[in-house]
């Protein structure tokens, strides 16, 4: 019953931004790590960043100093703010929570019980 639903994907230049949201459901928000995976077409799933409960965080190096993660328990919904985007970045983005509680930042996929759809990142060169 837990149900996660990315937004705010689209078609950017390169150096433009795009702010993805993630809107949790069917769970107590506050008390769970949240992740942001992305897979472009024939490639694996790629870490991207994670949350945790008290708000640290942990980047791949890929996106380190460009991307930004929050949460906002109220809403309860995590975004990921995207600057200076390249054509690499191209891919479709996901959001994902594991079953139970952890200790910081869970960056395996296999740690993460519960994915969204997706939303599609497209960025021009």
């Known amino acids: 019953q837990v149900q996660l639903v990315e937004s705010g994907g689209g078609l950017v230049q390169a150096g433009g931004s795009l702010r993805l949201s993630c809107v949790v459901s069917?769970?107590?928000?506050?008390?769970?790590?949240m992740g942001w995976f992305r897979q472009a077409p024939g490639k694996e799933r790629e870490f991207v960043v994670g949350?945790?409960?008290?708000?640290?965080?942990i980047y791949a190096d890929s996106v380190k100093g460009r991307f930004t993660i929050s949460r906002d328990n109220a809403k309860n919904t995590v975004y990921l703010q995207m600057n200076s985007l390249k054509p690499e970045d191209t891919a479709v983005y996901y959001c994902a929570t594991p079953a139970g509680l952890w200790v910081g930042v869970p960056p395996e996929d296999n740690d993460y019980k519960y994915w969204g759809q997706g939303t599609q990142v497209t960025v021009s060169s």
């Open positions: 069917g769970r107590t928000f506050n008390k769970f790590a």
């Open positions: 949350i945790d409960n008290s708000g640290g965080s």
